[in-house]
């Protein structure tokens, strides 16, 4: 079996592991340069290029995605299909590896805010929670500032809330009864958990009058 020498890993192999090229006429791949190296070269090559034209390409890609949604959508949904062990794998690493170290994190590279949670930081733990509220990320900062116009009171009970992480964003319009209401932020409150699991389906003044009823049985 002939065995050929590569010049750039400086090892003998054979005909089957060199680079192969339809213009190598004699004998159809290179005599000096193995498969692997030649990859690894052009991905060097690949790297130098994509960092020259970064604003070039980032922008002939958006004008595609642009012009072929639906195209764009197809192959964003084959990519999914073909890695999702790969994903799977890669966030339940990088989760695992923000709990144990304590790192920044999970969605962004800014720290952890421990008074809130263990994963993310301030701003996606808004998102989060804005998400799951309204079916929206947009109203974070909204919901940031309602909690310090509060004061960081309850606004049934008007108890201090330690923190976002004690509170939790109530509807003053139960969002079974108003479902068009569901996504206002302006129907959203930070409350206590005692008083947001009291209120339940009630509006503010049936939660007010049922609160008056208890405290009249009470006194009697």
């Given at each position: 079996m002939m065995v050929y020498?590569?010049?750039i890993c400086s090892t003998d192999k054979p005909a089957e592991e060199m680079y192969r090229k339809k213009y190598f006429k004699k004998l159809g791949f290179c005599q000096s340069l193995c498969a692997d190296c030649n990859k690894a070269r052009r991905k060097t090559w690949d790297k130098i290029y994509y960092k020259k034209n970064a604003a070039f390409l980032n922008e002939q890609s958006k004008q595609w995605g642009k012009d072929n949604p639906e195209k764009k959508k197809e192959g964003a949904?084959?990519?999914?299909?073909a890695n999702k062990e790969k994903i799977r794998k890669y966030s339940s690493d990088r989760s695992k590896q923000v709990r144990d170290l304590g790192l920044h994190c999970e969605k962004c590279v800014l720290p952890i805010d421990k008074t809130l949670n263990k994963w993310w930081c301030k701003r996606h733990y808004l998102w989060h929670r804005s998400?799951?509220?309204l079916g929206t990320t947009k109203h974070w900062e909204t919901i940031e500032d309602m909690f310090y116009q509060q004061?960081?009171?309850c606004f049934?009970?008007?108890?201090?809330l330690q923190g976002m992480s004690h509170g939790e964003l109530e509807h003053m319009f139960?969002?079974?009864r108003?479902?068009?209401l569901e996504s206002s932020v302006d129907n959203l409150v930070w409350a206590c958990?005692?008083?947001?699991?009291?209120?339940h389906n009630r509006t503010v003044e049936e939660y007010n009058d049922y609160k008056k009823r208890m405290k009249e049985q009470e006194q009697q």
């Amino acid at each position: 079996m002939m065995v050929y020498h590569c010049k750039i890993c400086s090892t003998d192999k054979p005909a089957e592991e060199m680079y192969r090229k339809k213009y190598f006429k004699k004998l159809g791949f290179c005599q000096s340069l193995c498969a692997d190296c030649n990859k690894a070269r052009r991905k060097t090559w690949d790297k130098i290029y994509y960092k020259k034209n970064a604003a070039f390409l980032n922008e002939q890609s958006k004008q595609w995605g642009k012009d072929n949604p639906e195209k764009k959508k197809e192959g964003a949904a084959r990519w999914y299909a073909a890695n999702k062990e790969k994903i799977r794998k890669y966030s339940s690493d990088r989760s695992k590896q923000v709990r144990d170290l304590g790192l920044h994190c999970e969605k962004c590279v800014l720290p952890i805010d421990k008074t809130l949670n263990k994963w993310w930081c301030k701003r996606h733990y808004l998102w989060h929670r804005s998400y799951n509220a309204l079916g929206t990320t947009k109203h974070w900062e909204t919901i940031e500032d309602m909690f310090y116009q509060q004061q960081r009171m309850c606004f049934y009970c008007k108890d201090r809330l330690q923190g976002m992480s004690h509170g939790e964003l109530e509807h003053m319009f139960p969002r079974k009864r108003f479902p068009e209401l569901e996504s206002s932020v302006d129907n959203l409150v930070w409350a206590c958990k005692p008083c947001n699991d009291q209120k339940h389906n009630r509006t503010v003044e049936e939660y007010n009058d049922y609160k008056k009823r208890m405290k009249e049985q009470e006194q009697q």
